[in-house]
């Protein structure tokens, strides 16, 4: 983190949930307080195919781009929906990622060098935690400041 403690870099992790949602908002309200660059990471399973030639499986550029078609689209959807115009875009930046989604998150925060990462309280696939599980090993490891949002019920 930067020693002026000023929020200069931002990453937002989503997954399209609820709270995620809420976190992408939150976020996009700091950079714009803040003038921060901004890294919104989505991280999915790895996509991969079987390659009979070399007898093992190895991502395709296809699936990989029409994942970030996919992500880019909807992330469009959210922008439009919350009205954050006033933003500037040229500072938001978008990442797909495919792994274990916490350690992508810490990857991503520690090679941008970001002095916040804004997610989600609880993903899309835990409802019985206060915490998403995803959220606690970001929390327990993240280099920065984590900012953890719950969406309004």
Known sequence: MNPSNKIQRILIAIDFSDNARAAFYTALDLAKRFEA???????SEPIRSFDFGKKKYVETKEAIE??????????DDLWAAGGEQAIDRRKVHMIVRGGPAHQEIIDTA?????DLIVLGAKGASDTTALIGGTAERVLRNAPCSVHCVRARE
């Open 110 to 114: 520690i090679a941008k060098e970001v």
């Open 37 to 43: 660059q901004t890294w919104v990471l989505h991280v």
């Open 66 to 75: 029409r994942v970030e078609a996919g992500v880019n689209k909807r992330i």
